[in-house]
């Protein structure tokens, strides 16, 4: 498995599904990791490891209405997601960092500013 670090841009893996309510396919989105860390599996008993991952601006743009009020109904930051390390492959960034905020503050005062 690859190493990765902080910064690298990452694809999320075909079959990925959004992790808090589970009924949004993530497939293909991509972002900078942004977070690494270990968390405790109940079901296994062995720590995993997971990456956060925040979007970039393309995935952001790409957004539905529908995905993005969900998360806001439910308290939760569409700007990034946090997902088993397995689950995500390297990639090539497609935008800059400036630019993700640039979009990230648009949904924001569109979507969570009222």
């Not at 990456?51 to 439910?74: C, F, G, H, K, P």
């Not at 997902?83 to 090539?92: A, G, Y």
């Not at 990230?104 to 979507?111: D, V």
């Amino acid at each position: 498995m690859k190493k990765f670090a902080i910064g690298d841009s990452v694809q999320l893996k075909k079959g990925v599904i959004e992790p808090y309510q589970e009924i949004f396919d993530l497939s293909g989105w991509q972002g900078r990791i942004t977070k690494m860390f270990y968390e405790e599996c109940m079901e296994c008993g062995h720590k995993q490891r997971y990456v956060s991952v925040e979007y970039d601006s393309i995935t952001l743009r790409q957004m539905t209405e529908e995905y993005i009020l969900a998360m806001r109904n439910e308290g939760i930051d569409i700007a990034d997601s946090e997902h088993l390390i397995k689950n995500v492959v390297p990639t090539s960034p497609r935008d800059t960092e400036k630019e993700t905020l640039e979009v990230r503050m648009e949904l924001h005062k569109k979507y969570y500013r009222h």
